[in-house]
Nanobody
Framework: QVQLQESGPGLVESSQTLSLTCTVS??????????WSWIRQPPGKGLEWLGA???????YYSPSLKSRTSISRDTAKNQFTLQLSSMTPENTAVYYC???????????WGQGPQVTVVV
């Protein structure tokens, strides 16, 4: 029974870097063929895929955010992390971590905390 638990700040100052950690229980982040994704949803808007890290540690990034995004993992802790730099108020959103099991199929989601960027 896979569960994802997110941790990180609820408030981030403009120009600073957001760092979120997703802790996975009930399954290993190294188990093929799955990958581990970050997705956000601004207020009143749709979901936006930010990036992911595969079971083998290979990262993938949204082209529009590639220069600002870093996704890494700690296999000993069964965690993967998101770092998104140069935050602005427009980046205020609910940030989710999720397990992808197939194309556009995210089977398990973190709780999706709100991250607010303040001036």
């Amino acid at each position: 029974q896979v569960q994802l638990q997110e941790s990180g700040p609820g408030l981030v100052e403009s120009s600073q870097t957001l760092s979120l950690t997703c802790t996975v229980s009930g399954g290993s982040i190294t188990r093929r063929p799955y990958d581990w994704s970050w997705i956000r949803q601004p207020p009143g808007k749709g979901l936006e895929w930010l990036g992911a890290i595969a079971y083998n540690g290979k990262p993938y990034y949204s082209p529009s955010l590639k220069s600002r995004t870093s996704i890494s993992r700690d296999t000993a802790k069964n965690q993967f992390t998101l770092q998104l730099s140069s935050m602005t108020p427009e980046n205020t959103a609910v940030y989710y971590c999720a397990k992808r099991v197939a194309f556009c199929n995210y089977a398990t989601w973190g709780q999706g905390p709100q991250v607010t960027v303040v001036v």
